[in-house]
């Protein structure tokens, strides 16, 4: 672990993403390839729930009003993150290594770098 603050946040946060991963796998009720899918799929599930929370939260839907707040907007992006986490986790073991690169493809790309 890096004596840098940042550093051993990342390693925190990748430390329970494996923790999350290996307790999905203990108690999954659907494995191979079908249990696969089943996991990526769950992350449509929760951009669903994103969504549903923006029209709560703007109160567009006129027969609902206003369900939702701006910190229950912040909830579930922070479990569409966690769940594409832990999703890349299932594919791979090297997870962090592989969206540590692909960050830096990205921030290179956009910013320049």
Do not use: Y
């Amino acid at each position: 672990m890096s004596d840098n603050p940042d550093g051993a946040r990342a390693d925190d946060l990748w430390n329970t993403v494996d923790a999350l991963w290996k307790w999905l796998e203990a108690d999954q009720p659907v494995g191979g390839r079908e249990g696969l899918l089943l996991r990526m799929l769950k992350l449509s599930e929760e951009v669903g729930e994103v969504a549903e929370a923006v029209i709560g939260a703007t109160g567009q839907n006129p027969r609902k009003g206003v369900t939702h707040t701006w910190d229950d907007v912040e909830a579930e992006l922070c479990d569409v993150v966690i769940r594409a986490m832990v999703a890349l986790r299932t594919l791979t073991p090297e997870a962090r290594e592989v969206f540590g690169r692909h960050l830096a493809r990205v921030a290179g790309r956009s910013l320049g770098e």
